[in-house]
């Protein structure tokens, strides 16, 4: 059931469901012709409606970069998986629990004799990781530490040696789709060469999965490989249109960014989209001009710099922008990198045929954004805010839709939601901005306190912070009710000076003791002992006793600055931890502090 939702704020990532439905389509179709089983990395997407997508187009199980991405796909019904990442034995109870929880099929992946040992009796399913040429991980091929690891996995001791496996991410590096189809077959020789060469010593090889978009989108053989695992192509992104494996209409993610600044005479404006949005990768630079992202529908303009909420797009020249993209004006820009990308966002705005979709059908308005309107009713009562069930026809538990990594953590949550594709107009149209926006532009004060943050670069207090009664100043630091990770939320006003005052002095006599301290014990030693040397020695040896009273009363001096400074520390470190107990206490008003 699809609903409708407000007015998207920026940065949005947006995905265009019509072009991932082909992408999908189209790499199913490719695997089928090449004779071997899809199996697609989940980590470009983390998401279970897209997932069960790709296994409506004939995907044979999902390939996952992280723990959390395999126990959230487990328990949202999809129970076969490879988690293709090098194992140490730490994670084995990880694997356990997810295994014993779901009952799900989870491979790992090995490229280390001891833990191939620690395996045994495990129960799993294991993979042994092959350099195909990337020599970022995996047993070199040729050499016998590869046949060590084989022979021990070979073995079986509770286990079970599923195959060898590769990544040829170089194949990224490739200028054009020749190149990268080079990269495909001498991944293939490497694979099938190495199978034959375990086979020869007596170990059997069941399967053999190869994979990166690149190489599947150029590759023209598979022969003797049986798996093949792309995860890129579901959404494309700018590098895959440089180095010629996609077309720029094939790009499945865009993110939607607002125009904030935009100077008179500039060549440049700025846009609400930066590193947090974007990422930081710098795309391929061996091919194409450098930029962090294209303006999509502006081949003038270029991502030229991120900062962390910043993004500077230049143009061409001045006159390429004057009287264009005012503050306000939205744009939409083609990510160097779809998976670093969606990773910054905690959902999808999807839009598809200009029209809303209700019911699993598009419309145009009418019945079904009414419904949109109205909401989503759930079986437990609450509307299903910014949610989509994808396969609306179908009974269903009375649960909200699960998303892929619910939580805060490697592998963030993509859940969907599906908007209307705006046109050139209401891009265009700056949105009206009252009083309440300009003082809370992120609306969080508006916002339901169970609802998760739209981006994970928004603030995380879900209250404004308490005012004082006019009657006395709020001095205390407050713990935020039900803040992400207990942010504490200062709330101490400027006007208090009396409070400065106080904090002031403080640390001004906490400095300060050390060197009173120190002074204090030279000088109380100088005036006890300065006409002991005469009265002891005699006026014949009184200068070098009192060369030695110096040294005596350097050493005091410096005794005592010791004890200030540990006095110091003790004294700062209770001053704190009675501040902190302070802050912890409830209110005895009942209001948050």
């Given at each position: ?48 409606e ?14 996952v ?37 779901t ?66 991410g ?32 007596g ?13 599947m ?23 895959m ?6 077309a ?22 700025i ?6 949005a974007?990422?930081?990768d710098?795309g ?10 294209a ?27 004057e ?6 004006e ?13 990773a910054?966002f ?20 009418g019945?079904g954004?009414a ?36 939580c805060v ?19 265009a ?83 300060a ?32 006793c ?7 009363q ?40």
């Open positions: 059931m699809i609903i409708e939702s407000p007015l998207v704020q920026t940065p949005a990532l947006l995905l265009h469901l019509d072009v991932v439905k082909r992408n999908v389509a189209g790499m199913a179709e490719r695997a089928r012709r090449l004779g071997v089983r899809l199996r697609p990395h989940a980590k470009t997407h983390k998401c279970v897209l997932a069960c997508l790709q296994l409506e187009h004939g995907a044979h199980g999902l390939t970069a992280t723990l959390v991405e395999a126990r959230e796909l487990a328990r949202g019904g999809l129970t076969d998986l490879t988690w293709a990442f090098p194992l140490d034995p730490t994670h084995l109870p990880h694997v356990r629990r997810i295994v014993d929880e009952g799900a099929t989870l491979r790992v992946v090995v490229d280390d004799l001891a833990t191939a040992r620690a395996l045994a009796g495990s129960g799993l399913r294991v993979w042994l990781k092959v350099d195909c040429g990337y020599h970022r991980a995996g047993v070199d091929p040729a050499s016998t530490y590869a046949l060590e690891v084989g022979r021990e996995l070979a073995r079986e001791r509770g286990l079970v040696f599923e195959g060898i496996l590769s990544h040829s170089h194949a990224y590096r490739t200028a054009n789709k020749g190149e990268a189809a080079r990269v495909a077959e001498e991944e293939r020789r490497v694979m099938v060469g190495f199978a034959e060469r375990l086979r020869g010593e170990i059997a090889v069941r399967e053999i999965s190869v994979g990166s978009t690149p190489s989108a150029a590759v023209e053989d598979l022969t003797g490989v049986t798996e093949a695992r792309p995860g890129n192509y579901v959404f494309y992104d700018r590098t249109v440089l180095i010629g494996c996609c720029p209409e094939d790009v499945g993610v865009t993110v939607l960014a607002s125009v904030v600044s935009h100077q008179p005479g500039a060549s440049h404006f846009v609400d989209a930066g590193a947090l974007l990422s930081k710098a391929p630079g061996h091919v194409g001009p450098p930029a962090m992202g303006v999509k529908g502006h081949p003038e303009l270029s991502v030229a710099t991120l900062s962390q909420e910043h993004g500077l797009i230049r143009a061409e020249s001045r006159a390429t922008i009287g264009r993209f005012q503050v306000g939205r744009i939409e820009i083609i990510p160097n990198h779809s998976c670093l990308t969606v910054h905690d959902e999808y705005c999807v839009v598809e045929d200009g029209g809303w979709r209700t019911g699993g059908e598009s419309r145009e308005g019945d954004a419904a949109g309107r109205r909401g989503a009713r759930l079986g437990d009562g609450r509307t299903a805010a910014h949610r989509v069930r994808r396969d609306a026809g179908a009974p269903r538990a009375a649960t909200p839709p699960r998303r892929v990594d619910d953590g490697r592998g963030r949550a993509r859940s969907l939601r599906f908007i209307r594709v705006p046109d050139a107009t209401e891009l149209a700056p949105r009206a901005r009252g009083a309440a926006d300009l003082q809370d532009p992120s609306r969080l004060r508006d916002r339901d306190a169970r609802r998760h943050r739209l981006a994970a670069h928004e603030p995380r207090g879900l209250h404004p912070p308490p005012t004082a009664p006019p009657d006395r100043p709020l001095r205390r630091a407050g713990v935020v009710r039900r803040a992400a990770h207990g942010n504490l939320q200062l709330c101490l006003p400027l006007r208090d000076e009396g409070a400065m005052r106080r904090v002031m002095l403080r640390h001004l006599l906490l400095a003791l050390p060197l009173v301290l120190g002074v204090a014990a030279g000088q109380g030693f100088w005036l006890t002992q300065k006409q002991s040397c005469s009265r002891l020695v005699g006026p014949l040896f009184a200068a070098k009192h060369g030695r009273q110096l040294e005596y350097g050493l005091f001096q410096t005794v005592g600055t010791a004890t200030g400074s540990l006095l110091a520390t003790l004294v700062g470190g209770w001053l704190e931890l009675r501040r902190r107990r302070v802050v912890q206490q409830p209110d005895p008003t009942g209001e948050s502090s």
